[in-house]
C-alpha cells in the first residue's frame, strides 16, 4: 500500500534525495568506497560541503558578512551553544511553545534571562504577542514555527536588538530576510536533510564578544574557521542535505517552496473546518502550514482512536497529535506531496460520511 508520511522529524524527504543518497552510500563518486567509509579530508568531499553551503546561501540570498555551518548535537545543542557565544548579560526569549522553553532553559545558564513574551497561559495555541521589546537585550530569541502545537510566525520580526531563531521546523519554507538576524539554526531533520546535521548561519561580525572562554568547539569561530571540518562532520547527513538543497533549487527555490506550503495548509485547513468531526486547535492567525494540528470536536470524542485507525489503513503514516496536545498533526514540509494531503482529507470525509 502506499504511504502517506506526515511524521513531524525526520520526516518525509524528496524521493530523488534518497535516491541519490542511497547510490552514494554505495559507491561514493565511483570511487569503490561507501560515502560511509570516506575520509571527511578526500578530496571529492570538500566540494560536497562548499556546494551545499553555496546552495544554502544562493536559495536563502545570504547577504555578505554571513558564514554558513554544520555542526552535530542537533538543535538542542544550539541551546547552549547560543547564549554561550551570544549572551554577554542579559538576553530575551519569546515562549512560544516547548523548544523555546528548552531554549531558554539553556541560556540560563549563561546570564539572566527575560521572558519577552509567552503563550503558555493559553497552552500555546496562537503566538505570544511581542509588544515591548527592552532595548538593552543582547539578543532576542525566537522559535519561528513550533512544531508541537502548531504555531509559526511565517514573517521576519523587525526588532531593535540581534535577532536570533531557531528554524528548526520552518527553514527553506519561505523566503527569509537573513539581514535580520545575527545568527538562524536549524536542526536540518525536516526540510534538509536526513537526522545528523544542524545547520547555522551566523552574521562574523557578531562573533567572539563572549566575556567567557569558550570550550573550543563551543566558539563558532572554530568551524567558521576550519568550514566545518574542525572536527569529523556527519558526512551522509550533510551530503543528503546537498541534494535536498539541489532537489528545493530544481523545483523553483524557497519561493516555490512557500507557494506550495500555502496551497497544501490550505486544502488540509478547509477540510478541518468544514468537517463537523474535526476542529483546529491554534487560532487561525496562529496557524502554521509546517504542522498542522487537529483535533476531534468534543462530542466526537470517541472516535479519536477509531480515525487514527481508519486512517493508517488508507496509508497515512505519523498523523497522532504529540502527547501535549492530543488529536492528530500532519506535519507538511517542503516534500509533502498535494497528492499526500489529498489522501488525508479523503480519508476524513470518508470517515465523517460513516459517522
Ligand atoms: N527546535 C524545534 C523547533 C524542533 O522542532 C526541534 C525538534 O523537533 C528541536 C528544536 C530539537 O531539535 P534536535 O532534535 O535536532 O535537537
Not at 6 to 25: D, W, Y
Not at 53 to 76: M, N, R
Request: with cysteine.
Amino acid at each position: 500500500m502506499k504511504k502517506y508520511n506526515f511524521n513531524a522529524g525526520p520526516s518525509m524527504l524528496p524521493r530523488e534525495v534518497i535516491e541519490n543518497t542511497a547510490k552514494q552510500i554505495l559507491d561514493f563518486n565511483g570511487s569503490g568506497l561507501s560515502l560511509m567509509e570516506i575520509s571527511h579530508r578526500a578530496p571529492d568531499f570538500k566540494p560536497v560541503v562548499d556546494e551545499a553551503v553555496s546552495l544554502i546561501k544562493e536559495l536563502l540570498d545570504i547577504p555578505e558578512g554571513y558564514s554558513v555551518i554544520f555542526l552535530g548535537g542537533g538543535a538542542s545543542l544550539q541551546f547552549m551553544q547560543i547564549p554561550a557565544n551570544f549572551l554577554l548579560k542579559k538576553a530575551g526569549y519569546v515562549n512560544s511553545g516547548t523548544w523555546a522553553k528548552k531554549a531558554m532553559k539553556e541560556a540560563k545558564h549563561f546570564g539572566e534571562v527575560v521572558e519577552v513574551a509567552s503563550s503558555a497561559d493559553d497552552n500555546y495555541t496562537h503566538l505570544p504577542e511581542i509588544k515591548d521589546i527592552p532595548s538593552d537585550l543582547d539578543y532576542l530569541h525566537i522559535c519561528t514555527n513550533n512544531t508541537i502545537f502548531g504555531t509559526e510566525l511565517r514573517k521576519d520580526l523587525d526588532a531593535p536588538v540581534p535577532l536570533i531563531a531557531d528554524m528548526s521546523s520552518d527553514i527553506m519554507s519561505r523566503p527569509v530576510d537573513v539581514s535580520k538576524y545575527t545568527a538562524i539554526y536549524a536542526g536540518a531533520q525536516k526540510n534538509m536533510a536526513m537526522a545528523g546535521v544542524t545547520v547555522i548561519i551566523v552574521k562574523d561580525d557578531m562573533l567572539g564578544k563572549a566575556p567567557r572562554e569558550l570550550p573550543t568547539m563551543i566558539d563558532y569561530r572554530t568551524h567558521v574557521e576550519k568550514g566545518s571540518m574542525f572536527n569529523t562532520p556527519p558526512v551522509v547527513p550533510i551530503y543528503s542535505l546537498l541534494e535536498t538543497m539541489r532537489w528545493c533549487k530544481a523545483q523553483g527555490g524557497v519561493k516555490e517552496m512557500d507557494r506550495r506550503a500555502h496551497e497544501r495548509a490550505r486544502i488540509l485547513y478547509d477540510e478541518i473546518d468544514r468537517n463537523k468531526l474535526f476542529r483546529g486547535t491554534v487560532e487561525e492567525s496562529s496557524r502554521s502550514l509546517m504542522n498542522i494540528c487537529f483535533v476531534m470536536n468534543d462530542e466526537y470524542k470517541d472516535l479519536e482512536k477509531p480515525f487514527l485507525e481508519f486512517a493508517t489503513s488508507r496509508g497515512m503514516v505519523g498523523v497522532k497529535g504529540h502527547r501535549s496536545v492530543g488529536g492528530f498533526r500532519a506535519s507538511c514540509y517542503n516534500a509533502q506531496t498535494i497528492e499526500g494531503v489529498n489522501a488525508l482529507v479523503q480519508a476524513m470525509k470518508d470517515f465523517e460520511k460513516e459517522h
